[in-house]
């Protein structure tokens, strides 16, 4: 088996271990996908180097979703401008009583009392919500530079991956 369908079976193995159609949770092998890997019968060079072109791949996938999450939110943002500037203007067009119909659209404004915050500090803490939020790199430092034991925190080792 020539090396590039060494990658393509190990593609289609991954690719039905990490289908769209499931929950984002449910990224894991099972022992019926692990023996389809064992079943390959490749040497360990072969199934490495195979796992690591398909964790590049996926990692590429990745990148290119992520790019394209940010295209299409910058998207998204370019078109909530446009509403808000359509919107405004078409209120500066409305008759004096702020009303306008036809056989398609029906348009009206209203004036209505809104806010914006200033100065969040400022604002008395009967009109504040307190947020508990564990803070990560406290944690961190407390357990990894000092040894700390931490209610509710459990530490643990775990194998850390580069491919290159």
């Not at 996908?33 to 040497?43: E, H, I, P, Q, T």
């Not at 359509?86 to 036809?102: A, Q």
Request: with cysteine.
């Amino acid at each position: 088996m020539k090396l590039y369908e060494l990658t393509e079976e190990f593609d289609r193995i991954f690719t039905d271990t990490f289908n769209e159609d499931v929950d984002e949770d449910v990224y894991f092998l099972n022992e019926e996908r692990k023996k389809r890997l064992d079943d390959a019968a490749l040497a360990v060079d072969q199934k490495i180097e195979a796992i690591a072109a398909v964790i590049k791949n996926k990692k590429a996938e990745k990148d290119a979703v992520a790019e394209e999450i940010r295209r299409l939110q910058a998207k998204k943002k370019r078109c909530d401008n446009a509403i808000k500037s359509l919107r405004e203007y078409v209120v500066s067009c409305l008759p004096p009583e702020r009303k306008w119909k036809n056989h398609l659209h029906s348009v009206s404004a209203r004036v209505q009392d809104s806010y914006d915050i200033i100065d969040a500090r400022l604002i008395p803490e009967e009109y504040c919500e307190i947020v508990k939020e564990p803070c990560m790199s406290a944690i961190r430092e407390g357990l990894f530079e000092y040894g700390d034991e931490i209610p509710g925190v459990r530490r643990y080792k775990k194998s850390v991956v580069t491919i290159r």
